[in-house]
């Protein structure tokens, strides 16, 4: 329903990429592309994106790449979403000022609003490392419980 765009896409595979590195390490834009399979000039320009708005640091040179420079538990999936592509509008008439050709008789302009102010409610709740470094919730669950997944495994088989 509602998809990811590309380049949020390749924004999240740029960070999963640099936070599996060494503290401190400079990440290239080849060396994630080649390790994501993510297009060289969509993620060049993402990469440019996110240093533009101090989310990664950018060191020039033949040595040179990106690293995090920000804390990504601080930063939400909404401040990523919006970073890259701008305001979330699940709709065209939402959070836009070009009129819609049939809002005159729109009857779902109201509960397609609602339905947007949630959307971007629930994404200012998620942060970054949530989604690029979560624990699978059944094994949360399994954790807290005291519940080796192993053991039962082998009773059930």
Known sequence: MTKINRKVEYALMALKFMLERVPGELSSVKQICESTGASYDAA??????????????SVQGAHGGYQIITDL???????LTKMIEGPLAVVRCVGSDEPCEIANSC???SPLTLFNSKLVEFYKKLSLIEILSPVPTSQKIFDEKNIDLKSMAEVWS
């Open 44 to 57: 060049a320009r993402v990469m440019q994106i996110m240093t533009n708005k101090g989310l990664l640091k």
């Open 73 to 79: 538990k601080k930063v939400s999936f909404y401040d």
């Open 107 to 109: 009857n779902i302009q």
